[in-house]
């Protein structure tokens, strides 16, 4: 079984930035996919960023250049740095961890609200 809790969330400025951690616990393997998603009232839950445990990473169009996901492999932890966060980037942030394509483990979630 794999447990994931995020953290960081918050109300911050437009422009403003913000660090979002997930701690994985569990059966956690090497070959896990671990990512990001967010879902804004409303409307579907969209992936935002993905890492393997090798480093490479994927970003959705919409945060490229302003977000960067990492990961700590030996710590279980991983991380989405986001700046020139916009109102549109509000929403609730889940960290997830998807293993050999199918199954799907997924955070509670922490809310990101961007407004002046």
């Known amino acids: 079984q794999v447990q994931l809790v995020e953290s960081g969330g918050g109300l911050v400025q437009p422009g403003g930035s913000l660090r979002l951690s997930c701690a994985a616990s569990?059966?956690?393997?090497?070959?896990?996919?671990m990512g990001w998603y967010r879902q804004a009232p409303g409307l579907e839950r969209e992936l935002v960023a993905t890492i393997i445990s090798g480093g490479n990473t994927n970003y959705a169009d919409s945060v490229k250049g302003r977000f960067t996901i990492s990961r700590d492999n030996v710590k279980n932890m991983v991380y989405l740095q986001m700046t020139g966060l916009k109102p549109e980037d509000t929403a609730i942030y889940y960290c997830?961890?998807?293993?050999?394509?199918?199954?799907?483990?997924w955070g509670q979630g922490t809310q990101v609200t961007v407004s002046s």
């Open positions: 997830n961890l998807n293993r050999w394509k199918s199954v799907n483990y």
């Open positions: 569990g059966n956690i393997l090497s070959n896990d996919l």
